[in-house]
Nanobody, 124 residues
């Protein structure tokens, strides 16, 4: 079982940067693919970025390509989401999720574990 805790959210101005962290418990962290998702008020949750177990494969939503970078440090049981050039439309609660299935694309697989979310608000 994996427990996930997100941190790093906040209120920033458009054009700013934030780095979100997803810290995991458990010794089997490296066996899980990790995805970042977000949900804005009144909208469905969407996949933002996904990283494979090893960190070699990464996938991004078109809306964040070139601005967001997902990475992981398996020694620290942590996945990061570096968010640059933030836009007001990036405002949402950001969640990380863990899947034990192979990561073959953005948000693919069944995500069994979730964090509680961290709020990101970007003002114009």
């Amino acid at each position: 079982q994996v427990q996930l805790v997100e941190s790093g959210g906040g209120l920033v101005q458009a054009g700013s940067s934030l780095r979100l962290s997803c810290a995991a418990s458990g010794r089997t962290f490296s066996t899980y693919g990790i995805g970042w998702f977000r949900q804005a008020p009144g909208k469905e949750r969407e996949s933002v970025a996904t990283v494979s177990r090893s960190g070699i494969r990464t996938y991004y939503a078109d809306s964040v390509k070139g601005r967001f970078t997902i990475s992981r440090d398996n020694a620290k049981n942590t996945v990061y989401l570096q968010m640059n050039s933030l836009k007001p439309e990036d405002t949402a609660v950001y969640y990380c999720g863990a899947t034990s299935t192979a990561v073959l694309g953005l948000g693919t697989g069944r995500y069994m574990y979730w964090g509680q979310g961290t709020q990101v608000t970007v003002s114009s």
